[in-house]
């Protein structure tokens, strides 16, 4: 129980709102229904507690793997979120704009984070050094790693109800140029990132 707990802190840790998974937790929970904003956050925490299990037992070979092929993934995610940018400024250009968050499906939704999560594998790095810190020990073959993992995903998923206040704040029937607002800037900002993310990899090479 108390590597479950150590594991929610990590969780809640590492899905700190930073970057382009976070910036489209926030459009589709403030723009989204509520079912497609709850399965935005659950994809970047599956893909969080997946990260979580690996780090918890310990993998070595395949954290090895992700960190010496970090740069393939750095642009193919670059890539994913440049599109996924794309998607979101054109999303205020459409007919019916306040029935455009709807059809994102609910599996469509999920898959988007948890591919962009999954793509950037440093997510590992930083839950081995967050769990090391909190005193959890990983490398564990037990019941203790799915403990850790299932922490980890509920931590990471309980950003949600943060994302959800935000959303209160700005009032259940926001405006429509409250809406393409939403859409231009986050959809400018996870291009930002994407670029960001090519340039780092192919130019950079880091």
């Known amino acids: 129980m108390e ?52 780090a918890a037992l310990g993998l070595a070979a395949i954290t090895e793997l992700l960190r010496v092929h970090h740069r393939i993934f750095h642009v193919l995610g670059g890539l994913l979120i440049i599109g996924l940018g794309i998607v979101i400024l054109r999303a205020h250009n459409s007919p019916g704009r ?18 962009l999560m999954l793509a950037n594998p440093t997510v590992i790095v930083s839950l081995v050094a967050v769990l090391a810190a909190l005193g959890a020990h990983p490398g564990q073959m037990s019941l203790e790693a799915v403990w850790i993992a299932g922490g980890v995903l509920i931590g990471s998923a309980s950003w949600w109800f943060v994302y959800r206040l935000i959303a209160l704040r700005i009032g259940p029937t926001p405006r429509e140029e409250t809406l393409r607002s939403i859409d231009r800037v986050s959809g400018s900002l ?16 880091r």
């Not at 956050?41 to 997946?50: I, K």
Request: charged share 10%; proline share 3%; hydrophobic share 60%.
């Open 190 to 205: 996870i291009c930002a990132f994407g670029a960001w993310e090519l340039f780092s990899a192919l130019v950079l090479r």
């Open 98 to 115: 306040n029935g455009s968050p709807a059809r994102t499906g609910l599996a469509r939704a999920f898959l988007s984070t948890m591919g």
């Open 3 to 54: 590597n479950f707990l150590k594991g929610i802190v990590a969780g809640f840790i590492v899905a700190v709102p930073l970057g382009p998974v976070a910036v489209l937790c926030f459009q589709r929970v403030l723009t989204g229904s509520f079912l497609v904003g709850i399965a935005t956050v659950l994809g970047a925490a599956a893909a969080d507690a997946f990260y979580g299990l690996l």
